[in-house]
């Protein structure tokens, strides 16, 4: 009896995904809920259990072919494997080790040579086993031959320079580089993130009327507070206490003054939202996501720091869910962890906001009639302006920049 593997609703409004690596081949025995494949959304990638146990016994679809929801794209036969896979099995391990066919699973475990590398291999008698591969899934890059061949210069420089002096010198001569392999390119599809991200991007700018307004935040009295209250914090909470629950409480302050930075347009309507989800900005190992802080006004500091780094560490293992990343009210982009010292984010529509904030850095600035050195942070809110005027933009940003100088006014709500 077989099972169809079949691809399952991952979002909604996603009709179609592309299918990531195969987590088993044909023949391997997988147990109930074991992952057996992955599948790149536009939103998230996901894994694809096994509905009951059995052996994979077909690959309708390989890696990097789309799918839609509802297709089948592998058979897994329910059971064991059969009583004759398992003698060829018993049989191939029972084969004197000194035998020159290779077992298929060496054969599968040779990595995948790029083309430059390839080129580059091939013109210096280069093999895959010689090169070390430090690519993604095992490849062989072009970086990893040139290694090879420059340690190769090398050894074969200091044997000259340790070779006698009585030696007869014989010009030796070199072979002029090659133009045409150094210049190869190497062709990689986007990921279905990457490509979604890039469509969402231009349609926030074909779309949208968006503006963007500067502003610095004097980052003292923050600090201090993290400085002091910190250890504690960890000790109580298992969490740092980090300036993004400082930056989520100031703009859910914000929002309550400025609705409109809260709200979307639809259709001919303006729809403001009375909760608050938050999107945070963060960086996956498929690229940025945004995954969504619901309902953030009810959250505490703790609750805000512990979600913001859980939802950090999936995402680099690219296990967030796609449930986790859909709405949104508003965003905060943290471009400052990368070193960034301005920029301007671009909105998430149907959002009409996004905060992006900035590196701190030690800048001498003007204080009560004397020149003092603080650590200064620019921030910037992208905004719609067909929804959103300069001055409550402004005045949104200088709310916000209020908040964080005085942290105090967050408890006094003032």
């Given amino acids: 009896m077989s099972i169809e593997l079949k691809v399952p609703e991952v979002g909604e409004s996603i009709a179609e995904v592309e299918i990531g690596a195969w987590l088993k081949?044909?023949?391997?025995?997988?147990?109930?809920?074991?992952?057996?494949?992955?599948?790149?959304?536009?939103?998230?990638?996901?894994?694809?259990?096994?509905?009951?146990?059995?052996?994979?016994?077909?690959?309708?679809?390989?890696?990097?072919e789309t799918a839609r929801v509802g297709e089948v794209i592998g058979v897994l036969g329910k059971g064991a494997a059969s009583a004759p896979a398992r003698k060829l099995e018993a049989k191939m391990d029972k084969t004197p080790e000194t035998r020159s066919e290779p077992k298929s699973e060496e054969r599968s475990a040779e990595p995948r040579v790029m083309p430059a590398a390839e080129a580059l291999m091939a013109a210096h008698g280069l093999r895959p086993e010689q090169v070390q591969a430090t690519g993604p899934g095992g490849r062989i890059l072009k970086e990893d031959v040139q290694r090879v061949v420059d340690l190769g210069k090398a050894t074969q420089t200091s044997v000259e320079l340790a070779a006698p002096s009585s030696a007869n010198p014989v010009s030796q001569p070199v072979a002029a580089p090659d133009v045409q392999t150094a210049r190869e390119e190497e062709i990689v599809p986007m990921s279905r993130l990457r490509r979604t991200v890039a469509e969402r991007l231009v349609e926030a700018q074909h779309t949208a009327a968006l503006l963007t307004t500067f502003n610095e935040i004097d980052m003292t009295r923050v600090m201090a507070l993290r400085k002091e209250?910190?250890?504690?914090?960890?000790?109580?909470?298992?969490?740092?206490?980090?300036?993004?629950?400082?930056?989520?409480?100031?703009?859910?302050?914000?929002?309550?003054?400025?609705?409109?930075?809260?709200?979307?347009?639809?259709?001919?309507?303006?729809?403001?939202?009375?909760?608050?989800?938050?999107g945070i900005a963060v960086g996956g190992g498929k690229g940025l996501v945004v995954p969504i802080l619901r309902s953030a006004e009810r959250m505490s500091f703790a609750e805000i720091e512990t979600a913001v780094a859980d939802y950090g560490k999936r995402a680099r293992e690219n296990k967030l869910k796609i449930e986790e990343l859909q709405g949104g009210t508003f965003t905060i982009s943290n471009g400052g962890v990368f070193g960034s010292l301005l920029s301007t984010p671009i909105v998430?529509?149907?959002?009409?906001?996004?905060?992006?904030?900035?590196?701190?850095?030690?800048r001498p600035v003007a204080h009560q009639g004397a020149v003092v050195i603080r650590p200064m942070m620019y921030v910037a809110l992208t905004y719609d302006h067909r929804l959103v005027d300069g001055r409550?933009?402004?005045?949104?940003?200088?709310?916000?920049?209020?908040v964080i100088e005085n942290p105090a006014r967050m408890l006094m709500e003032v």
């Fill in 392 to 402: 409550e933009a402004v005045t949104f940003l200088r709310r916000i920049k209020e």
């Fill in 348 to 362: 998430n529509p149907p959002q009409s906001g996004v905060l992006g904030l900035h590196a701190i850095q030690e």
């Fill in 229 to 278: 209250h910190g250890e504690a914090f960890l000790q109580r909470y298992q969490v740092k206490l980090g300036f993004m629950s400082f930056f989520v409480k100031a703009v859910i302050d914000a929002l309550k003054q400025f609705p409109a930075l809260n709200a979307e347009i639809r259709g001919t309507n303006i729809v403001y939202h009375n909760f608050f989800d938050i």
């Fill in 25 to 64: 081949q044909p023949g391997d025995t997988v147990r109930k809920d074991e992952p057996v494949v992955t599948l790149e959304s536009e939103k998230a990638t996901v894994e694809l259990p096994a509905p009951e146990a059995g052996t994979l016994t077909s690959i309708l679809k390989q890696k990097g």
